[in-house]
């Protein structure tokens, strides 16, 4: 997943941007901070409210930049999700490997889930953005469906199956996968509720680790109390 570097109107960044990195050329920066003007405003305008001009004016850029870098306006607002993801393929590969133990597959199912925890400010605009188009759809929500978030459930179902010694998966096995993803997806998506009511459970990276790995335990419990399911069935 993209790192960006989040900035205030004076330029300055703000809480959760990482200075750690290699200075970007003056290019760079532009794309940059047209990108992340257009997640804040998409966000929360939409698509049809966010005008070219508008965003080009809050970034301090000429409008002809998002032609020279984007195309046009569905093109920056396709770059806002795409810009923000590793691709399902790379996501796969973190929890998908022959070697791998169950908590080895499950610690790397949630570290790429909750990657974008980590990015402050930057995490909580690209969530609204998503609420965004699911609300107001502009066909990129199921674009995500079925390149993005099918593929990485469809390779989580498999790999319950094969631990839970099935042939093939089952209505069960899909639940479970639900289930296990719908623990992370619950703390992104009500992370200001969180925040709000007990902020040091997400207030560094450290704790952000601490509470993916106490994710890691109760997908593990849900997975064993399957198990025992089956084997119960199979009594």
Known sequence: MLAMTITDENGKPERGADD????????EQSRERLLLTAIRLFAERGFANSSTRDIALAAGANVAAISYYFGDKAGLYRACFTDQSAGPE???????????????????????????MGQGDLAQMCMRLWFREML?????????IDHGIKP??????????RHLGLVAPDDETHRLAFSIAGLGLQ?????DVIESIRPQLLATPEAIVAWSAQLVDYAEAMVDAQGRRLQQGKA
């Not at 107001?136 to 995500?144: D, F, I, K, S």
């Not at 703390?187 to 992370?191: A, F, N």
């Open 152 to 161: 990485v459930h469809l390779a989580l179902v498999d790999l319950l199956a």
């Open 20 to 27: 750690n990195r290699k200075p970007r050329s003056d290019g």
């Open 187 to 191: 703390v992104m998506i009500t992370r």
């Open 90 to 116: 790379k996501d796969i590969a973190t929890f998908v490997q022959p070697h791998f133990t169950l908590r080895q597959s499950l610690q790397g199912f949630y570290a790429q889930l909750m990657a974008q």
């Open 136 to 144: 107001e759809p502009t066909g990129l929500w199921a674009e995500e």
